[in-house]
């Protein structure tokens, strides 16, 4: 039976009627009023009776940023929308007809991947989502690995470096810091600082006085040195952070998500260089493959609605 | 129905019979021939038989250190023992008239942890056993998380800190070397270089040429300064890569094991304290506790008759 998946983000909602084997069906996306709670829940109930009417639905699953407690229940905390301690699940029961389930937007979007994606091979497999932060998923023995309170697998705040940078978390260090869209564009600004390998990116600087990662982006297709630089000095961080992350988790298989990853072999090149550099006890135990993610923004949609009928 | 623990380590196999409430019935112990593949295997079956005779017991369970498969079946390695890619559970079941299951010492400690100990009454645990080494196990939602190849839960090699100490597995930087048992004889040995605080220290090694763990411990016992203060000093790495793990595992509860928590309360107050000024995210969600492990070196043959009766 179809479900329905939404993602709440920062900036918009994206909803959609997705099948059981992944295939989305009808969409919709509205602005997300930042900072209004209500009309945030508002907007979600209207987008679920709005892609419900007509069909027959009996699950959806919503998708927020931030801590969701082990009992999917309560949001304890997200960023950018004043959600503290949240019965969302309920305040969603109690308008709508159907089973709601809601989940950490990383986590659908990785189980989207598992089920549906790169990852969908495999029993065991930890996800990196490189956007402005960087997101996390684990799956293991085919089951989404949530932590004992829920607010496990944020791999982007695993520390990297003691007494490193601050990060928004409040602790310092975290690969957050080091391995994010957010530290990309902070490399490159560096590189550009520097001249030399760094001329492309201070000549596209001078030009809009900031450089944005579309600029990036477009750098690196043009084989700049200085963009490509900076993409392969991240990949080193992540690189470095999954040979550690390989010790606790041992996943078969990485997947790299995020707009960062449309970057592909570039990223993970240097990613499995340094990771095969940095694993402890190399060659004593297999070794897991490094994929790209393959469903792109509408993994949050399609995993919050697997794993809403999964838990229905 | 009792089942029958193994728990191989360097220097000795111990073996028990348990009942399944995690009581030893009987017990047996013999020196480790090290080095000696066949002679380790035949003292493992003779043991099974010793403790088997006149008892009805279908499921024994050993326990080893190094890399186990996913399958429980092949020790891909194992240090002080010549196993590369050894089918350990063939060449004993080949002999045994019982079912056998194979498993990573440090999950069986943790599995009686968690079934018996400090860890009865959650569902999602993390272990860091610190011996000489430093081990791990981690349970979720009431089942041991062994990896997509059996080999994770190796918290001593998660990296603390980039270019640091190089460790036995190859890499740098692993927690086994700044939280173990041989890192807290390296710290109280540069106390007592050092001088100071370090008085204590440097007296006991002037006698004996050299500093061990029970020399540490009784300067500890003793409220010496140096001692107390590499203690601290010990609790404050492990501390800071729980709030680490904490972002990626989301444990209830941290058990600490091993033969240094034997100093309880002196080792778990810098953990905490470490542990609170760097967890990510602090004030958002719940905080798990810290226990010290219960079982001592029961553990290992305990968990291992659980695992075989779980498994069987």
Request: with cysteine; net charge negative.
């Amino acid at each position: 039976m179809d479900a329905i998946g939404i993602d709440i983000g920062g900036t918009k909602i994206a909803g959609a009627v997705v099948s059981k084997d992944g295939t989305i069906v009808a969409h919709d996306r509205v602005a997300t009023v930042a900072g209004d709670s209500g009309a945030i829940v508002d907007a979600v109930v209207q987008m679920i009776e709005k892609l419900a009417a007509g069909r027959d639905i009996r699950h959806a699953g919503v998708a927020a940023p931030g801590f969701i407690d082990v009992d999917q229940s309560i949001v304890y905390y997200t960023p950018n929308i004043p959600w503290r301690e949240e019965p969302l699940r309920q305040r969603l029961s109690g308008r709508l007809d159907l089973a709601i389930t809601i989940d950490n937007d990383a986590n659908a979007a990785g189980w989207a991947e598992f089920r549906f994606g790169a990852g969908r091979t495999v029993s065991d497999m930890t996800m990196l989502t490189i956007g402005t932060g960087v997101g996390g998923a684990i799956v293991t023995r085919d089951r989404l690995f949530r932590g004992g309170f829920g607010a496990g697998a944020e791999i982007g705040h695993l520390r990297v470096v003691p007494n490193g940078l601050i990060c928004g978390c409040g602790a310092r260090g975290c690969l957050e810091q080091y391995g994010s869209g957010r530290a990309l564009l902070r490399m490159a600004n560096s590189i550009a600082d520097a001249g030399g390998i760094g001329a492309g990116l201070a000549a596209v600087r001078a030009k809009t006085g900031t450089l944005e990662g579309h600029d990036i982006s477009e750098l690196i297709i043009n084989n700049d040195p200085g963009a490509r630089h900076a993409l392969a000095e991240l990949g080193r961080w992540l690189g470095e952070a999954c040979a550690s992350l390989s010790a606790v988790l041992d996943p078969q298989l990485f997947v790299i998500g995020g707009g960062v990853a449309l970057a592909g072999e570039l990223l993970l090149e240097p990613i499995r260089a340094a990771y095969l550099a940095h694993l402890p006890a190399r060659g004593y135990h297999p070794e897991p493959k490094f994929a790209i993610a393959e469903l792109g923004n509408d993994a949050g949609v399609v995993g919050a609605a697997d794993l809403a009928r999964h838990n229905g």
